[in-house]
């Protein structure tokens, strides 16, 4: 069973970790690729492009030029331990023990538009370029055009490696899109989390972004491996409605009065 997650916009490199053996992003050649585009923007560019302000454009810019290149654990950090969205506060990795975090090297993989897979002890340095960018290359109009099929074929590799055959995807549209389902040699199960919000039940992205986090810490915490497991999620007041899933979507309802 492999888990996939989206990366987060906000990132990082201040808080204290300790990782004694970090890895390497397998997909680093074609991450330099893009890297050597992005380096070619002006901060101008990088705004209008990216849809950001002046301030952040100058900053992404910066991160580009001031790349250092390999990546050790004096320049660069564990992509599980770098990126700080809602997604990460439910995964909550900093609390993981090694036992934890050896299960999800094996068995989470975060999707990125600049380094296409990254497994969570990968090393990173700081960058923002989001899967849906539309950033041109020699032969490409976009980033879903550069990764191609190169993520889901990693995607396949890994697979191949483990008994269970199941993707679990708890990412969002715009990076799942950068993953050709038809090609997936496993089943895909996409959890789906629903709150209450005065009296209708509805997907409230804040909510659902971190009930993903909390999905995968789930799985890690339970090493689980099977999708009928999945159904036993319980955390911070979700519960398994059987009557919205199917055997490729799994829904999950909070009530307000059950929320923290």
Same mark, same amino acid.
């Given at each position: 069973?492999?888990?996939?997650?989206?990366?987060?916009?906000?990132?990082?490199?201040?808080?204290p970790v300790s990782v004694n053996t970090p890895t390497?992003?397998?997909?680093?050649?074609?991450?330099?690729?893009?890297?050597?585009?992005c380096q070619q923007l002006t901060p101008a560019e990088l705004s209008s492009l990216m849809g950001i302000s002046d301030k952040l454009a100058l900053l992404n810019a910066q991160r580009f030029a001031s790349f250092d290149l390999p990546f050790t654990a004096d320049n660069a950090r564990p992509a599980v331990f770098a990126f700080n969205g809602d997604v990460y506060t439910g995964l909550?990795?900093?609390?993981?023990?090694?036992?934890?975090?050896?299960?999800?090297?094996?068995?989470?993989?975060?999707?990125?538009?600049?380094?296409?897979?990254l497994k969570p002890l990968d090393l990173m340095q700081p960058y923002r370029?989001?899967?849906?960018?539309?950033?041109?290359t020699a032969d490409n109009k976009n980033l879903y055009e550069y990764w191609g099929n190169?993520?889901?074929?990693?995607?396949? #590799?890994? *697979? +191949?490696?483990? !008994?269970?055959?199941?993707?679990?995807?708890?990412?969002?549209?715009?990076?799942?899109?950068?993953?050709?389902?038809?090609a997936l040699n496993a089943q895909i199960v996409t959890p789906v989390f629903k709150d209450?919000?005065?009296?209708?039940?509805?997907?409230?992205?804040?909510?659902?972004?971190k009930a993903r986090g909390m999905m995968a810490r789930y799985i890690i915490d339970k090493?689980?491996?099977?999708? #009928?497991? *999945? +159904?036993?999620? !319980?955390v911070a007041g979700y519960r398994f409605a059987p009557e919205q899933s199917?055997?490729?979507?799994?829904?999950?309802?909070?009530?307000?009065k059950d929320r923290p």
């Open positions: 069973m492999l888990m996939v997650v989206s990366p987060a916009k906000n990132l990082d490199y201040k808080t390497q992003p397998a997909l680093m050649e074609k991450a330099e690729t893009l890297l050597a585009r909550d990795a900093g609390s993981m023990n090694d036992a934890d975090i050896e299960f999800a090297q094996t068995h989470l993989r975060i999707l990125s538009g600049l380094y296409g897979v370029l989001e899967m849906g960018t539309k950033l041109d190169t993520i889901t074929e990693h995607l396949n #590799e890994t *697979l +191949s490696k483990h !008994d269970s055959q199941v993707v679990v995807n708890l990412a969002s549209t715009e990076y799942f899109s950068a993953v050709k389902p038809k209450e919000k005065n009296g209708k039940v509805k997907i409230i992205s804040f909510y659902a972004k090493r689980i491996k099977t999708v #009928e497991k *999945l +159904s036993e999620f !319980d199917s055997q490729n979507e799994l829904v999950f309802i909070r009530l307000e």
